[in-house]
């Protein structure tokens, strides 16, 4: 494995390259990216890099939303394949039928959509800034909020606001039950309990915090509890294990597991630097009406 690293490393600075990983990638790839992180600090990054190349190491509306943000740079995908099984829960069509039903709502999607879907939004967030998206929304008479309802329902809960929701839904999130909660809990009767918010509300209600990947990072690092229970895809209990050498995680369900975000590995990412294969592009129409969404969201603090 050092020999792989080892390639990747003298290519990557070749190349004028970085590699982009999140939180769920497999701890090898985490380990050699330049920056990990969750899907707005990722994005964030992409945008204000100057690197030539960007390898992302994620699923696929990642990848696309670092392009559309820097359309001058190659981004390249290690496993084009990795798709987002929510993300595909939604059409372009589907939420113009939506809007039609709904003309005067206000339109906020989730950054796991298709490109083609944030064209139709009027705002994107991601889970680390839902709340405060919707919030942003005073005026709007109507809020439309897609694809996922469980994300939808914790920041209808959180902001008082009714939501219009589509059914969509992780499929990785929603194989942790409640029941693994109460015997994590059980195990680990000091432990906090963290909940990503794409989790289902019955989960959510029984635990301490729900927060993105990257705020979990930043409030395990600032609390002073020394165990936690991480209620999301395993992933990310390598990298609070790694940052945290003091303090002790338990991942809520050992069945939470993103087979997407696994597909990306130290060999893919090596061939995709060797070859700049399986660029993610967006066609320009498409491009410049989903910047519009990603940069409204982009300037709420
Ligand atoms: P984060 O933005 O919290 O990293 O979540 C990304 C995601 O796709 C969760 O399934």
Redesign the pocket.
């Known amino acids: 494995m050092q020999k792989l690293v080892e390639k990747i490393e003298k290519l990557k600075k070749e190349r004028n390259a970085i590699i982009l990983a ?3 990638q497999l701890p090898e790839v985490q380990d050699v990216a330049d920056y990990r ?4 600090e990722l994005s964030r990054m992409a945008a204000k890099s100057d690197a030539k190349i960007i390898v992302f190491c994620g ?1 696929h509306f ?1 990848a696309e939303t670092a392009s559309i943000l820097s359309p001058d740079k190659t981004v390249l995908m290690p496993d084009k394949n990795a798709g ?1 099984p ?1 993300a595909n829960m939604i059409t372009a069509e589907d939420l113009r039928e939506l809007k039609e039903r709904h003309p005067k709502a206000a339109v906020v999607g989730y ?2 959509t298709p490109a083609a879907v944030k064209a139709e939004l009027d705002i994107c967030c ?3 800034n839902a709340v405060n998206v919707v919030l942003s929304l005073k005026n709007a008479e109507e809020i439309i909020f897609v694809p996922d309802k469980y994300l939808g329902d914790f920041v209808s809960k959180k902001t008082g606001r009714r939501l219009v929701l589509w059914d969509g839904y ?1 499929p ?2 929603v194989k942790i039950l409640p029941e693994d909660i109460i015997h994590s809990v059980r195990l680990h009767p000091h432990a906090k309990v963290i909940a ?3 989790c289902t509300p019955e989960v959510i209600a029984l635990a301490d915090e729900a ?6 990072c930043a409030y395990v690092r600032k609390s002073d509890a020394k165990e936690f229970i991480i209620a ?2 395993v992933g990310l209990v390598y990298r609070l294990q790694k940052d945290n050498p003091g303090k002790k995680f338990y991942p809520a369900s050992e069945h939470a597991v ?1 087979p997407n975000m696994k597909r990306t590995t130290l060999e893919k990412v090596l061939w995709s630097l060797e070859e700049i294969k399986d660029e993610v592009r967006v066609s320009d129409e498409i491009r410049r009406k989903a910047k519009k969404a990603i940069d409204a969201m982009l300037a709420i603090p």
Do not use: F
């Open positions: 999140h939180n769920y992180g969750d899907s707005l699923v990642m987002c929510l950054v796991n991601t889970s680390s992780c990785t999130h990503h918010p794409e927060l993105s990947t990257g705020k979990t999301t895809e993103c």
